[in-house]
């Protein structure tokens, strides 16, 4: 009131209005601040669902490797073919936390959060803070990254440094720092140390770091050179270990070739298409019986560059390489993680271009309501895959009144090129579930398929069996089946076969000696 009369004629009243006009902004901002904050709260809090689940047979594998103690690690990195920089990391959290498997996952969990506020730091430089919620709600929604976030797995760690270095390059747009083009070179080859396959967001980062530096040829050399010359110099010891990975290629993946389905899957997820489209009509309808047009806001050239080679060039590396060549790498969700930063900020940028908040926030509710649904009423979401926690559980039950032998086919691909371990198998990276989820009868390795190995193991196992007159059971993944069943055929001159069950996904039979004692009653439940 005292301002509106500070002048005669009403000349206090423009002051007035902008100051109750900020003020408004000021409150809608603020408002709008916490929205986008409960909406990353809630996007978040989905990650957390699955983190009791037990491990999948590929978390096992990074237990496996921490198992034999600090100095065993090293020693274990080429048999397993894991992260030697995750592995230290997961085994020093081991001494904070435990080894139960929320305790394993933490490290994942808080490595991906990370990962979601550098990519939110990185959006906010690349258009604003409103920008770079949705781009963050976008990342966090999606399932490969609801996936990885518990996984027991490095993933999280590589989209960590993903993100880190996206913010760097973008840093580097405006700034001639030598110290920060080392920085970005260091980073991107910590993309590499703690996955292979996240080498594909390497050319992206490259096309843009020379294209932002088109213009200046003398810095882009300069930096262009440190940043490689660090890059270089990090990924030496590597060296090693991608030689090896080169003379195996086709003993670690497996999988369909992926089809161009599948590339729509990875680019187009159904519920941000859905919750797009249904954004999309409502606002046209909205703005139409308004009579007004819908505000659009444009961005710059580089922008709109730079988000679209983030999310094709790691795609079409990827896709291309599945498609061409006998590796299936794109068929498993998990391996695209380098291309989602870059994918949400090309779905934020599309979404982002209706100006009005409300078009943005509708965007986020139903985003997030769609997304967060399935989650929340399926049973299935509180599983992380299959284990062979309930298998090996049953059969630890069930062998343990007479020490029955367990054959076990491996779940891991490579070991249908090697030789079964003669041994200590319970210790050997192809049977990593024993190394956590433990059982005390002795083991009989057998590859995961149906091949020589598994015929000439089996058979010499077979024959001291039937000479001891003693009962064993087999245990197998859906892809040892076909061995499963071969194994019963074989024995079923000598034995009585019986279906204990399928847990998991994985099968348990039980043989029994003819004229011998039959063990407990089958389980009557199945996972």
Request: proline share 6%.
């Amino acid at each position: 009131m005292k301002i509106v009369g500070a002048s005669s004629g009403g000349q206090g009243t423009i002051p007035a209005q902008n100051g109750l006009q900020a003020q408004g902004e000021s409150l809608t901002n603020r408002g709008m601040g916490w929205f986008y904050a409960l909406m990353l709260i809630v996007s978040v809090a989905i990650w957390l669902i699955a983190i009791r689940a037990p491990l999948r047979v590929d978390e096992t594998g990074s237990y496996w490797q921490i198992a034999g103690g600090l100095s065993g690690i090293w020693q274990r990195q080429f048999l397993s073919l894991g992260s030697p920089a995750y592995s230290y990391i997961l085994w020093f959290s081991t001494k904070l936390l435990g080894t139960s498997e929320i305790a394993l996952r933490m490290p994942s969990v808080l490595a991906m959060l990370g990962a979601a506020y550098l990519l939110y730091l990185a959006a906010r430089e690349l258009v604003d803070p409103q920008f770079a919620a949705i781009a963050t709600i976008v990342f966090s929604l999606n399932y490969s990254v609801v996936f990885g976030a518990i996984d027991v797995r490095p993933y999280a760690f590589a989209v960590l440094l993903t993100s880190a270095s996206i913010l760097t390059l973008l840093r580097l747009r405006t700034n001639d720092s030598n110290w920060l083009a080392a920085l970005f070179g260091l980073l991107a080859a910590g993309v590499v140390y703690f996955h292979f396959l996240f080498a594909a967001i390497l050319p992206a980062l490259l096309v843009c770091f020379v294209a932002f530096r088109a213009r200046n040829r003398k810095i882009l050399l300069r930096q262009c050179c440190i940043a490689l010359a660090v890059f270089t110099a990090a990924c030496i010891p590597l060296v090693p270990e991608l030689q090896y990975l080169a003379r195996t290629p086709n003993s670690h993946v497996v999988g369909p070739t992926p089809d161009l389905s599948a590339l729509r899957r990875a680019l187009v997820p159904e519920w941000l298409f859905l919750s797009a489209a249904l954004t999309f009509a409502l606002t046209a309808l909205f703005f139409a019986a308004r009579n007004r047009p819908v505000g659009i806001m444009h961005f710059e050239r580089w922008q709109v560059l730079f988000v679209a080679c983030l999310a094709s060039i790691p795609v079409a590396i990827l896709y291309t390489a599945s498609v061409a060549t006998s590796l299936p790498i794109f068929s498993t969700h998990y391996h695209r993680l380098s291309a989602i930063p870059g994918i949400s900020l090309c779905w934020a940028m599309a979404l982002y271009r209706f100006r009005p908040n409300v078009v943005r926030a509708t965007f986020c509710i139903i985003f997030v309501g769609l997304t967060a649904s399935p989650y929340v009423r399926s049973p299935k979401s509180k599983e992380h895959d299959y284990s062979w926690k309930y298998a090996l559980r049953v059969v630890e039950d069930r062998s343990a009144k007479d020490d029955a032998p367990v054959v076990i086919c491996s779940n891991f691909i490579e070991a249908n090129y090697v030789a079964m371990p003669t041994e200590s198998p319970k210790a050997d990276r192809l049977f990593a579930p024993l190394s956590y989820y433990k059982i005390t009868s002795p083991i009989v390795p057998l590859p995961e398929g149906l091949n020589d190995e598994t015929r000439k193991v089996f058979l010499r196992f077979l024959r001291e069996a039937e000479q001891k007159h003693e009962r064993f059971f087999a245990v197998g993944h859906e892809f040892s089946f076909q061995a499963l069943d071969w194994i019963a055929d074989t024995a079923a001159t000598e034995y009585s076969v019986h279906s204990v069950g399928i847990f998991d996904r994985v099968r348990i039979l039980e043989f029994v000696p003819r004229g011998g004692p039959i063990g407990p009653e089958p389980e009557k439940s199945e996972r």
